[in-house]
Every structure is written in structure tokens, then in C-alpha cells.
């Protein structure tokens, strides 16, 4: 069975400055996608970026990237120019590329921005 | 276009009740999935459903718990004979097809209290 692990339950940075969340994952299928979530107060789950298991270059999308190290299996997201608004728990999730079934989630990142 | 929409979004039964919980997809989605969050917990899958047909229910509990989706209405998550245990928020997220690459978009939720 596949895990998600997500090793820090809270991390606190300086607004503008830059913070790295940890996943680590166990998997034996070679075909999946990796995902990063975001959780605000109001509890809606906002998709933050994915990567491609078969793809070397790391997914970059604005001022969230990450560094997919497939061997390692790890997956952390990297938040750079935190805003207020990044506040939020994030989530790391894998899918096997079946897709027969549904995502695993990690437990999650309580991210906090220090103004 | 309007995305998941969930109702209610909070529901309290009292222990023995049964709770539903309704869920319309984004327009032109056909695969639905059903994730359940404890407090300080990640999301955990229930079931993953296309129109008529259940894919995988391998996260849901065997005992009181069922899920639909019909031809026409919404995804319904049904719990029987609720109790203390089952309270947490339900999240329903939506695909246009099964595929791993295509990101699920999520709902607000469903908190159920149960008293």
C-alpha cells in the first residue's frame, strides 16, 4: 500500500521569505503523479501544483515549485516571496497511474506566516 | 462554471440517525470520489464512483456506510445508524474522466456532528 508522509506538523516563515515542506512517499508502481494541496481556514482544497512521475523536470508554478527526487521518493514544495495569504495546512497526495482509485494524503503542513 | 458544490455543509444528527450527504460534480464530470478528514488529519478515500458504477469503495467502512451516483442527481454518501465516531468533514472531489492526470477539483465539504 502506498504512504504519504509528511514529517513537519508545523512550520513558521517571515512573510517574503522563502520555506520548503518535506513529503516523502512508499510506492512500488513506477507510474504515478504527485500532488500539493492547500487547505485555508475556510477548509476548501485548493490544488497548488503536480508532477509527473516519468517527468525529470521539477513542476514550477509561479512562486510554488518542487524538488521531485524519485529515487529518494520525495516530493517537497517550496513556497518562495511568502504571502499572508499562503497561511493554510498543505497537503502532500500520490496516485498511482492506474487511477482506479483515489488519492493518498499525507497529514499535513501547518504553515504559519510571521508578518 | 460552478464548481463542486456539497450540501449541507453542516449536518448534526444524533447517534442512531442516518446522515446524507449530497454532492454535484463540476458540469461535465462523470468520476466522483468521497474522502473523509478527521480533526488534524489529512484526507483518508472512501470511494470513487462514475455515473451508475462503483469503481473502488476499498476506503469505506463495510458496515452503514454506501455510496451513489446516479444517471441524473448528485453523488450521495449515505451513513446509517451514525455515531460518535463518524463525525468529521466529507469531502466530494470531481474529474471529467478517471484519468491520474487530471486533478481532482474539490468541494467545501460536509461537516457532520454527531451528538
Known amino acids: 500500500a502506498q504512504t504519504v508522509t509528511q514529517s513537519q506538523p508545523e512550520m513558521s516563515v517571515q512573510e517574503a521569505e522563502t520555506v520548503t515542506l518535506s513529503c516523502t512517499y512508499d510506492?512500488?508502481?513506477?507510474?504515478?503523479?504527485l500532488f500539493w494541496y492547500k487547505q485555508p481556514p475556510s477548509r476548501q482544497m485548493i490544488l497548488v501544483i503536480r508532477q509527473e512521475a516519468y517527468k525529470q523536470q521539477n513542476a514550477t508554478e509561479n512562486r510554488f515549485s518542487v524538488n521531485f527526487q524519485k529515487a529518494a521518493k520525495s516530493f517537497s514544495l517550496k513556497i518562495s516571496d511568502s504571502q499572508l495569504g499562503d497561511a493554510a495546512m498543505y497537503f502532500c497526495?500520490?496516485?498511482?497511474?492506474?487511477?482506479?482509485?483515489?488519492?493518498?494524503f499525507g497529514k499535513g503542513t501547518h504553515l504559519i506566516i510571521q508578518p | 462554471n460552478a464548481g463542486v458544490m456539497q450540501n449541507p455543509r453542516h449536518l448534526v444528527r444524533r447517534r442512531g440517525q442516518e446522515a446524507r450527504l449530497r454532492c454535484s460534480p463540476v458540469k461535465g464530470h462523470s468520476h466522483v470520489y468521497w474522502y473523509r478528514q478527521l480533526p488534524e488529519e489529512g484526507l483518508k478515500f472512501m470511494v470513487y464512483l462514475q455515473k451508475e458504477n462503483i469503481i473502488d469503495e476499498s476506503g469505506m467502512p463495510k458496515e452503514r456506510f454506501s455510496a451513489e451516483f446516479p444517471k441524473e442527481g448528485p453523488s450521495i454518501l449515505r451513513i446509517q445508524q451514525v455515531v460518535r465516531g463518524d463525525s468529521a468533514a466529507y469531502f466530494c472531489a470531481s474529474s471529467p474522466t478517471g484519468a491520474t492526470s487530471q486533478p481532482q477539483h474539490f468541494g467545501d465539504g460536509t461537516r457532520l456532528s454527531i451528538l
Open positions: 497526495a500520490y496516485r498511482a497511474g492506474g487511477g482506479a482509485d483515489g488519492l493518498t
Open positions: 510506492t512500488s508502481e513506477s507510474d504515478y503523479y
